[in-house]
């Protein structure tokens, strides 16, 4: 039994978020497929994914902020940004592999969002979950969204904190704000990417996984690694998506196939 004075888990949240993001997509007539790590077993993706379809690769990556009632300032100058309280709070550090990764996977073509929860308790995730309101109660942000953020406050590469209420998010060392973003507009934005793709599902995989890698970016997955992975699948491709979604989860991040079935 759920200790309900427990703090909520990742875990969780991150299923409850899951769950929503599916029927989100395929209330707008697209056909998303959860990425489960235990498909490297199997040796088959072991569903229908319909990957020679126009389609894109979305991952989410999951934060719990801290509730917070007061803002602390880093120096006695710092501005403190116009929130309501409480707030939540999150850290990002631009140089660590999560950042890295989910970088990597934005600028090579996969839609990409931190997701993080406007409540901190059971009883709040709870009440979200039994009506359908967990991502109506995130911040659902970009991480090229965030580092232009930085880039705009003249801030460095390294640790920032992301700071939300209900209607607004911020930026910090100085307070810089950052656009929100509803459920109904997420689907939005992964509807038009992938209707208006000019490739399918199986060319956005390859250009994740062929991706250019930094000498210093995130661990562990080796060419030999990866090579490894693809190599126990009878199909190729489906050792690449299974590859890829493995990145993704190794970093705490969930990644789903999304298609428009008979597009292409």
Known sequence: MIDLHE??????????ATREALSLLESIGLKPTPFLPNLLHE????FDVGLKDRGRVVVLQFKLGHELRRFHRKTPSQAIPPLAHPFWRFNIDTTAHQFQ???????????????APK??????????????KI???????????????????????G???????DSAQFVCSEPTRLPTRRPKELGDEIATSVRESPVSLEANLKQLFERQRPS????????????????RFKDPLQGIAVAVGLEAWSQ??????????GEI
Request: hydrophobic share 35%.
């Open 216 to 231: 210093a970016g995130p661990g562990p997955f080796s060419t030999a690694r990866r090579d490894q992975i693809v190599g």
């Open 43 to 46: 040796e088959e993706l072991g």
């Open 119 to 132: 409540f901190a308790t059971w009883h709040a995730f709870d009440a979200a979950f039994q009506a359908g």
């Open 135 to 157: 991502l109506e109660r995130s911040l659902l942000q970009k991480p090229s969204e965030i580092a232009a953020a930085i880039s705009t406050q003249g801030g460095n590469a």
């Open 159 to 165: 640790q920032h904190r992301i700071v939300y209420d």
């Open 252 to 261: 705490g991040g969930q990644l789903i196939f999304v298609t428009e079935p």
């Open 7 to 16: 703090r909520l888990s990742e875990y969780s949240y991150g299923f409850g």
């Open 101 to 115: 990764r989910l970088t990597e996977f934005e600028d090579s073509g996969a839609d990409t969002y931190y997701v």
